[in-house]
């Protein structure tokens, strides 16, 4: 059995996904946070919060890294720790930086810093020749409007240390730069306070189909469990709607993306870790779009395990032990998994989501989530604000994803609409 410290985690796809993966294992967890509340605000609504299961809960400013270092080394002496991991992106680099400060295993810090920052990203990829867009780092608007005449228009604007889509914006003109850049200079902090880099990054705009590729990486071998499509709406913002595993390609194209995919994990350095790297087919070739060091949100992990068997959770946790993790898929009766988003369309608070009894006793729907009656939404600009999903198998072959789109469609949110909306 180990001990896993974990940082700030609990939220978004892996706020259970993680904790099973840890209990399954026999495993036990000390969690350590700056602000338990933040936890607290929303319980599960169909079981204990995750923080029950928790060995030890400590307080300590996870922001600061100069405070946080020396006092889990103090913890470490004491309570002896296996392993550490977070499900949260804002903290993935210094949960390497305590990795190697305390000697457990973990993927080397400069290289998580390099796949979180998305400007170092570009800049290392660009430098081992693994293929992307053509992109500049601003440091200011102005800069930003010389860079972007360089790119040319259509482009996309990118904060470089966000997640979840939030603010990247395709935009066609100066005029759509500025407003851009002004959406990021106004968010000078992230939802975690931490204070934001201020530099802005440039992207020529791709196009072609969008797929991940989801590998282990452990001891310097790097596999490959699948690739994942995914589709894209809400523009100028780029919110994905939806996904199927394993991804509709020609084999071509498959391996296309898996080989570019891999060569991006290596080029920035990635071991003893799971990736989610986020490849665009153009009609010119693969491009990354980015390498999270972390796995797939947004429940890609269950449309994996669902198909194939392979928990990516579980396998985190063990390249975190240091252990090397099954990864041998069997079947498990489903050929495809898919998954699709409900997103609100107005602004108002939500007063039911009518359709929804259709849809539970379907053999074919593996989860049904939706939001509660009575939260506040606006249109969607980024992942966060989803009103719920559908998750379909399709055992036959891959009709997930085209099941999943048909039933999402047939869900209606009902508004109380915002005065201004209905003025």
């Known amino acids: 059995m180990g001990h896993l410290l974990v940082i700030e985690s609990w939220v978004g796809s892996m706020s259970r996904l993680l904790p099973r993966a840890i209990r399954e294992g026999g495993h036990e967890f000390t969690f350590v946070t700056r602000d338990l509340h933040h936890y607290l605000r929303a319980a599960p609504a169909d079981g204990p919060h995750p923080l029950l299961a928790a060995r030890n809960i400590l307080t300590v400013d996870t922001n600061d890294p100069d405070t946080l270092l020396p006092h889990l080394e103090r913890l470490h002496a004491v309570l002896g720790f296996d392993g550490v991991l977070s499900s949260c992106d804002y903290y993935l680099p210094v949960v390497a930086r305590v990795a190697e400060r305390l000697g457990l295993p973990g993927p080397a810090a400069d290289a998580v810093e390099g796949a979180c920052r998305k400007d170092l990203t570009r800049r290392l990829l660009a430098d081992a020749a693994v293929p992307g867009?053509?992109?500049?780092?601003?440091?200011?608007?102005a800069e930003a409007a010389d860079a972007a005449r360089g790119i040319g228009y259509p482009l996309v604007v990118k904060p470089v240390d966000l997640c979840a889509g939030m603010l990247v914006r395709e935009v066609g003109n100066e005029r759509e730069l500025a407003d851009a850049c002004r959406a990021l200079?106004?968010?000078?902090?992230?939802?975690?306070?931490?204070?934001?880099?201020?530099?802005?990054?440039?992207?020529?705009?791709?196009?072609?189909?969008?797929?991940?590729?989801?590998?282990v990486s452990c001891r310097g071998a790097t596999h490959v469990v699948g690739v994942t499509d995914k589709s894209i709406g809400g523009a100028p913002a780029f919110i994905e709607t939806g996904h199927m595993f394993p991804a509709a390609l020609a084999p071509a194209d498959t391996a296309a993306a898996v080989d570019t995919a891999t060569a991006a994990v290596k080029a920035l350095g990635l071991d003893d870790v799971v990736c989610h790297t986020e490849i665009k087919l153009t009609p010119y070739g693969p491009r990354v779009v980015e390498v999270n060091p972390r796995p797939a949100g947004n429940r890609i992990t269950e449309l994996v395990r669902h198909v194939t068997g392979v928990?990516?959770?579980?396998?985190a946790v063990d390249v975190a032990l240091g252990r090397t993790p099954d990864l041998t898929a069997h079947l498990t009766g489903v050929r495809s998994a898919a998954i699709a988003f409900l997103l609100p369309d107005t602004a108002g608070t939500l007063t039911a989501i009518e359709g929804?009894?259709?849809?539970?006793?379907?053999?074919?729907?593996?989860?049904?989530?939706?939001?509660?009656?009575?939260?506040?939404?606006?249109?969607?600009?980024?992942?966060?604000?989803?009103?719920?999903?559908?998750?379909t198998v399709d055992t036959e072959g891959d009709g997930a994803r085209a099941a999943a789109e048909h039933l999402v469609a047939t869900l209606r949110p009902c508004y109380e609409r915002s005065p201004a909306v209905s003025a």
């Open 356 to 391: 929804a009894d259709a849809l539970k006793d379907r053999p074919d729907v593996r989860e049904l989530t939706l939001a509660e009656s009575g939260r506040t939404v606006r249109p969607a600009a980024s992942n966060n604000e989803y009103l719920g999903h559908v998750m």
């Open 311 to 315: 928990d990516l959770a579980a396998a």
């Open 185 to 215: 200079t106004d968010f000078p902090v992230n939802a975690r306070g931490q204070d934001r880099a201020p530099v802005l990054l440039l992207e020529e705009l791709l196009t072609g189909p969008e797929v991940s590729v989801e590998t």
């Open 133 to 141: 867009p053509r992109y500049a780092v601003c440091a200011d608007p």
